[in-house]
């Protein structure tokens, strides 16, 4: 078969997957219940590939989030605080998960070397790279060489990691979105997991300033639309 693409809910892994479906690649999707505080994003995640009609695998480790909840993230500790402003702000380190990508990329491969696919997708982009380390390319890189290397005589030789949004920013993708027509109302963001998109949050903010940038119509419910304008302008 083709590949596995990781997708979160997101915007950015929808925006991926719907590149992959439009080129015409065969595809099954593979999501992760970590014990991220923005669950909500599965619900999104699952009514996405529904609508698509693609394969659906949500892996439940949970237990991962409860054990790194020292860390203080934002995202698996339910006592710490979600922080507000613009996503590139020193604040937003609070937001990393420890070791999250290589725990996805490493399980996502898992699949794609037992179902014989050829590549594992995953839609991290250059505005990741300020802040979170597993999403550079040198990681990537590094990654996917220990994948072959771990799995060789078993693995596609030509096996990869493929990440085409890697120097791409938020507000490309906006952009991407609104040329593959994107359903950007069924995607979930809000790293505070409420019933609407805050708003006012790192993923909220960087979300609303792509699409302003873009210059492509958000449909996205926000609770409040007009805090990211202060948070874009104090950077």
């Not at 979600?82 to 420890?98: H, I, L, N, W």
Request: charged share 20%.
């Amino acid at each position: 078969m083709g590949g596995i693409a990781i997708v979160s809910g997101g915007l950015d892994s929808t925006t991926m997957l719907y590149d992959l479906v439009n080129s015409g690649t065969d595809v099954d999707v593979v999501s992760f219940n970590y014990g991220q505080r923005h669950i909500r994003e599965l619900i999104q995640a699952r009514a996405i590939t529904s609508a698509l009609r693609l394969h659906h695998l949500i892996i439940d480790i949970p237990s991962y989030g409860r054990s790194i909840v020292s860390s203080a993230s934002s995202l698996v500790d339910p006592n710490a605080e979600v922080p507000e402003g613009s996503y590139d702000a020193e604040s937003m380190k609070a937001t990393v998960v420890p070791n999250r990508n290589m725990v996805m990329i490493a399980m996502a491969s898992g699949v794609a070397i037992s179902t014989k696919a050829q590549f594992v997708a995953t839609a991290v982009h250059a505005g990741d790279h300020a802040i979170y380390p597993d999403c550079r390319p040198e990681f990537i890189r590094s990654l996917e060489t220990a994948i072959k290397i771990g799995n060789e005589g078993f693995i596609d030789p030509g096996f990869e990691i493929r990440t085409p949004y890697i120097y791409r920013t938020k507000a490309d993708i906006a952009r991407r979105a609104g040329e593959l027509r994107v359903p950007v109302d069924l995607t979930w963001s809000c790293y505070k997991g409420g019933t609407s998109h805050c708003g006012r949050c790192g993923t909220c903010v960087e979300r609303l300033e792509a699409f302003h940038e873009a210059d492509v119509f958000d449909p996205t419910v926000y609770m409040d639309t007009e805090f990211w304008k202060t948070a874009v302008a104090a950077k």
